[in-house]
Structures are given as C-alpha cells and as structure tokens.
C-alpha cells in the first residue's frame, strides 16, 4: 500500500541565505505532526542541506524517537565519488551523521549517465550489495532522473537492485526527458518497488498558471489546486511518495491531502491533460529547484533561486517591476554571491542538473530580465 514520505531536501531556514541554517525547532514540529499521523518513513542524503541534511534527520527523528519508530532512505553521493577507497569512510560518516547501526534504504544517488565518468572505475553496486551483507543496508535501489532506456538498461545489469526512486508527476507523465510513465513501466517490468520524488515538481503543481487553476476549480470548487497532483501519484500503487515541506502547514497538508486522495476519474484525467498543457506553455525554465548545480557554480551563482525568480516574473507576463526583479536586487547585494551576468559559461553546472536545463543560456536571459535600469542595475 501507498505510503505517504517526509523527503529533508528543503527543510525550513533560519536564513534563508544560507542553507545550513536549519530551523530545528520547526522541523521537529513537522517530524512530530508527520509521524503522530501515523507515518514513519524520512529521506535524506549526504548532499542535502550542504552536508547538514543527515545530522538534521539525526538530531530531529533519531534523537527523539527509538529505531523501530522510523524508516530511513539516504543516498550515496555519486558526485563526489572518484576512487574505490572513498567509499568505506563516506559511508560511515554517513551513518554516524545519521546516528544510526543500518539504513533501512540505500541508493545510488541521481544515476544519470552524466555522473558516471567520474565513478566509473568504482563498483559501486557491489560496494551496497557487500554492504546489505554485512547488514548496514536492508534495501538497496538507485535514484535516477534519466529516460526510461537507461532505466531498463540499469535494471537488466543489476538485477540485485530492490527498489528505484523516479520523479513522477502529472506533468512529467508523459514528458519526452522525464518520461515519469514509461519509467515506472520498466520499474514494474523489472517487478522493483517504487518510490516517487517531486509529486508537486518542485512546487509548480501547487501553484498553477490561472487558465489551469479555473479549470481545477470550475471542475470542483472544494478541491485544493495540489490535491490533483496528490491524487495522481497517491493511487499508482507504488510504496512511498515522497514529499518535500519547508513547513509545518505544509506537512500538514501533505498528510490531508494523501489521506483524501480518492482516485481521478476520466474526466478529471482529461483536465489534467489540459491543465499539463497550460503549464507547459507558461513555465519558463523547468527547474524544480533541486539545487544538484549550485555547488558545482565557481561564480556562486545560486542558480536554482534565480531561476524561481524568473519563473514567477515571467508567469506575470509584464515587463515592468515585479517583486521578483526586486528580490533580485536583494539577492544581488548579498556578500559572496553570483548574479546572473556573471556566469563565466564553464558548463561545470550541466551535467548536474536532472531537469537537462541550459544553465548558462538560461542565465544570459536571466540577467537580460533583471539586470535593468528598472531594478537599479546599471550598464
Ligand atoms: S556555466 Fe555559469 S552557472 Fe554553470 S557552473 Fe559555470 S559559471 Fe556557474
Ligand atoms: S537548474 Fe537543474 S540542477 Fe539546478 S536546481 Fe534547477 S533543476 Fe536542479
């Protein structure tokens, strides 16, 4: 049966300049509004939260609740990984971050193609396997982000892979990169369990283009605009949907929202179709705000927080001042920050992102909107 997850990836900041600031006291809150409900199972991984994402499950789940209370999925930060002797160390500063003697879910984190050159000559798969062995793992999977070939392609070579975490969304259903659908075919064809990121994209399915919200509501005025996208992904019959919160209200909604996700009808399927296609015209940048790319940025340009910037100036569909040119400038003042121009065009940035976005080319039309005379930037 379908569970409801708490993914750490966007925890609440006491600064929200810097993304080690965890707000503990909020997310213990949202760790005990969540699992009064009745759930139990937290996502975190190493490169979360700059590295303090796992001493945060720490501190808020494994210090305040026994082991059999919770299940925990992390994952093995690829990235980093260049040689065979990274590994035993990394892996046990993750569980001592954790604070825990086994994880219940290990992965292989965002296996992508990209980031295989650098691992390439490091068996990481039999790495997991030895360490289900010896009993530190009890499920062993991948997460990915790659098309559904590469997906069947992972799955034919490692048949000892238990279990993949895929992004699946109503938008992404039938999206020729994500391929949400034709992924999770092969995740069955292979008889895995599944587990969803990115129900919500990153937030762009809470907070719809008008055109798609009216027909949302016109549809069924007592339905909540994320409650479709909840509903989709609620009645897959896979084992966790994970969903990602920064607040406290919106743990609480995630959990009403999964607990009154009846199945959609044809009808409401059908304006899905439609609402997909609103958004799809109006989204600017897909960008769900992953943050994979800002570290590899030399510039320091936070790229996934001007990329929201210009996601929401741009659903205005007005070239004058918007707050979000304003924050803009805020953002611009920041000490040791990147704005938009000042991407040097390394590409370093490319292979990390999942969504396969053009950063640097994105970023030039960035600067071209916001590095302006109307916000106080000058030539
Ligand atoms: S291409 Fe631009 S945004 Fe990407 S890493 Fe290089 S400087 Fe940063
Ligand atoms: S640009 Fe790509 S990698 Fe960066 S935050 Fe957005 S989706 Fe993630």
């Not at 971050?97 to 965002?110: A, E, P, S, T």
């Not at 919200?213 to 084992?239: G, H, Q, T």
């Not at 409401?268 to 769900?288: G, W, Y």
């Not at 040097?344 to 990390?352: F, P, V």
């Amino acid at each position: 049966m379908t569970k409801i997850g708490m993914g750490m990836m966007r925890l609440p900041l006491l600064d929200q300049n810097d993304q080690t600031s965890i707000d503990y006291e909020m997310v213990n809150e949202m760790v005990d509004a969540y699992m009064d409900a009745g759930f139990n199972h937290f996502d975190t991984a190493f490169v979360y939260h700059e590295g303090v994402g796992e001493p945060a499950f720490k501190k808020c789940v494994v210090d305040r609740y026994p082991r059999d209370a919770y299940k925990i999925a992390t994952k093995l930060p690829l990235f980093v990984i260049t040689e065979e002797s990274q590994l035993e160390p990394l892996f046990a500063k993750q569980l001592e971050d954790c604070g825990v003697d086994y994880f219940d879910y290990y992965m292989l984190h965002n296996v992508s193609g990209f980031t295989e050159n650098a691992w390439k000559n490091v068996d990481l798969y039999s790495f997991i396997e030895r360490k289900k062995q010896e009993g530190k793992i009890r499920h062993i999977g991948l997460s990915t982000h790659g098309n559904s070939e590469f997906l069947e392609e992972i799955l034919f070579e490692h048949p000892e892979l238990e279990f993949v975490l895929l992004q699946i969304n109503y938008l992404d259903w039938e999206d020729e990169n994500i391929e949400s659908r034709k992924c999770l075919e092969v995740a069955r064809k292979y008889g895995k369990q599944v587990m969803i990121m990115e129900p919500y994209k990153g937030g762009f399915l809470a907070d719809v283009p008008e055109d798609a919200e009216k027909l949302m509501k016109d549809y069924n005025p007592d339905r909540s605009i994320v409650s479709w996208a909840m509903r989709f992904v609620a009645n897959l019959d896979v084992c966790v949907v994970l969903t990602g919160a920064s607040t406290l209200e919106q743990v609480e909604n995630n959990i009403e929202e999964f607990k009154n996700a009846d199945p959609l009808n044809d009808e409401e399927m059908e304006i899905l179709e439609s609402v997909s296609q609103i958004i799809n015209d109006n989204i600017t940048v897909d960008c769900t705000k992953c943050r994979y790319c800002v570290d590899s940025c030399t510039e320091e340009i936070d790229i996934a927080r001007l990329f929201d910037l210009y996601n929401k100036h741009k659903l205005l569909d007005i070239d004058q001042w918007t707050p979000h040119g304003n924050a803009y400038l805020n953002y611009s003042k920041l000490d040791g920050v990147g704005i938009a121009s000042d991407c040097i065009e390394c590409e370093a940035c490319l292979e990390e992102c999942p969504q396969k976005i053009n950063i640097p080319e994105v970023l030039k039309d960035v600067a071209k909107t916001f590095e302006t005379e109307i916000y106080g930037f000058t030539e």
